[in-house]
């Protein structure tokens, strides 16, 4: 499992350049259109989006049920794209674990809260734990449920029991997709809460995929997924004032890839009606980004010529 690739500083989670295209009647949908994902080990990640912007086609891969079309994908070191029949079976027992937005997907129905435990240990085939079984129950808090079934536990309940299954087997990393979409506001808050404990206690590397915005009131960083790609994240950080007063700073980044592309937000895009082509600036700090189009512009002179030295500067890097 401790492979020498698996460096303690390698990310948990690399996405490159991920695309999945599902093509069914000759309709092409592209799910991912060349995502990239950096998730550290230890790292509690919400990942937000509307409906159909590709995150349950992001965690299928990640959960090894599918394989993306083109780019890269790994995690714990382990490619996702060359693993074979048996290794992405022993992947799936041992690296990751999921939960479903359906809580009746996520335990058997007849069998009571402690046996769905010990059933998804026993499929594992794996002899020693770190944790028993009824200290994963306690720790999410539902050690009281120990010998009830599904049908007998409300449906946080059930979705703390399903974390508990998920972890059963003591994976580096646990997936879930849209975990309390079913669940009201409050019960939804909790569930998430006892997954951040998780996170805290066990270190389990955790990605949760939601379209509840209000998840990144639960996490240090939450990535917005639109079209198909990673667009912004939002960073939320604890900041100490001189009163000693401790205050939630949460700031949005736009994120951008290898190459340098970026995703600009469509609100910026039509009130200076940017379309097609922009105009890129370097000042000292930062970047300014103008309207490409013919139109009057206040943009200097010298900027302008310091841009087009900027660009015989880079072409004669690129040689
Ligand atoms: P999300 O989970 O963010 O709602 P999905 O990953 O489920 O989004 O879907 C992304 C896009 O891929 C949507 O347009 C969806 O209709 C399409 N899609 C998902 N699964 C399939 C499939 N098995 N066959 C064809 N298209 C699919
Ligand atoms: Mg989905």
Same mark, same amino acid.
């Given at each position: 499992m401790n492979s020498p690739i698996a460096a303690?500083?390698a990310p948990e989670i690399l996405c490159s350049d991920l695309v999945r295209i599902y093509?069914?009647?000759?309709?092409?949908?592209?799910a991912l259109?060349g995502l990239n994902l950096r998730v550290?080990r230890?790292?509690? =990640?919400?990942?937000?989006?509307? /409906?159909?912007?590709?995150?349950?086609t992001l965690l299928g891969i990640l959960s090894g049920l599918d394989r993306p079309t083109a780019g890269s994908a790994s995690v714990d070191g382990k490619n996702l794209l060359a693993l074979t029949r048996s290794q992405r079976v022993e992947y799936r027992r041992h690296t990751v674990g999921f939960?479903?937005?359906?809580?009746?997907?996520? &335990? &058997?129905?007849?069998?009571?809260?402690?046996?769905?435990?010990?059933?998804?240990?026993?499929?594992?085939?794996?002899?020693?734990?770190?944790?028993?079984?009824?200290?994963?129950?306690?720790?999410?808090?539902?050690?009281?449920?120990?010998?009830?079934?599904?049908?007998?536990?409300?449906?946080?309940?059930?979705?703390?029991?399903?974390?508990?299954?998920?972890?059963?087997?003591?994976p580096h990393v646990?997936l879930?997709?849209?975990?309390?979409?079913?669940?009201?506001?409050?019960?939804?808050?909790?569930?998430?809460?006892?997954?951040?404990?998780?996170?805290?206690?066990?270190? =389990?590397t955790?990605l949760?995929?939601?379209?509840?915005? $209000?998840?990144?009131?639960?996490?240090?960083? $939450?990535?917005?997924?639109?079209?198909?790609?990673?667009?912004?994240?939002?960073?939320?950080?604890?900041?100490?004032?001189?009163?000693?007063?401790?205050?939630?700073? @949460?700031?949005?980044?736009?994120?951008?890839?290898r190459?340098?592309?970026?995703? &600009?937000?469509?609100?910026?895009? /039509?009130?200076?009606? &940017?379309?097609?082509?922009?105009?890129?600036?370097?000042?000292?700090?930062?970047?300014? =980004?103008?309207?490409?189009?013919?139109?009057?512009? @206040?943009?200097?002179?010298?900027?302008?010529?310091?841009?087009?030295?900027?660009? $015989? @500067?880079?072409? @004669?890097?690129?040689?």
């Open positions: 303690a500083d093509a069914s009647e000759g309709v092409e949908v592209q259109q550290d230890g790292e509690m =990640v919400a990942i937000v989006g509307a /409906s159909g912007s590709g995150k349950s939960v479903w937005q359906q809580t009746g997907r996520n &335990l &058997l129905p007849y069998l009571t809260a402690s046996e769905n435990l010990a059933m998804a240990r026993s499929v594992a085939r794996r002899t020693t734990h770190n944790a028993s079984t009824s200290e994963l129950l306690e720790l999410l808090e539902v050690s009281d449920c120990a010998d009830r079934t599904p049908s007998q536990l409300s449906g946080g309940q059930q979705q703390r029991v399903a974390i508990a299954v998920a972890l059963a087997n003591e646990l879930a997709d849209e975990p309390t979409g079913e669940l009201d506001e409050r019960t939804s808050a909790d569930v998430l809460e006892a997954m951040r404990g998780v996170n805290r206690e066990l270190g =389990v955790t949760i995929v939601t379209h509840d915005p $209000t998840v990144s009131d639960h996490v240090r960083r $939450t990535v917005q997924i639109r079209d198909g790609r990673t667009s912004t994240e939002v960073l939320r950080r604890t900041e100490q004032h001189e009163s000693g007063d401790e205050r939630v700073v @949460a700031e949005e980044f736009a994120v951008i890839d190459v340098g592309r970026l995703q &600009l937000p469509q609100e910026y895009m /039509s009130s200076l009606e &940017l379309r097609e082509r922009v105009r890129l600036t370097l000042e000292p700090d930062h970047l300014s =980004v103008w309207p490409g189009h013919e139109r009057e512009r @206040a943009e200097p002179d010298a900027t302008a010529t310091d841009r087009s030295k900027q660009q $015989t @500067a880079t072409e @004669a890097d690129d040689d």
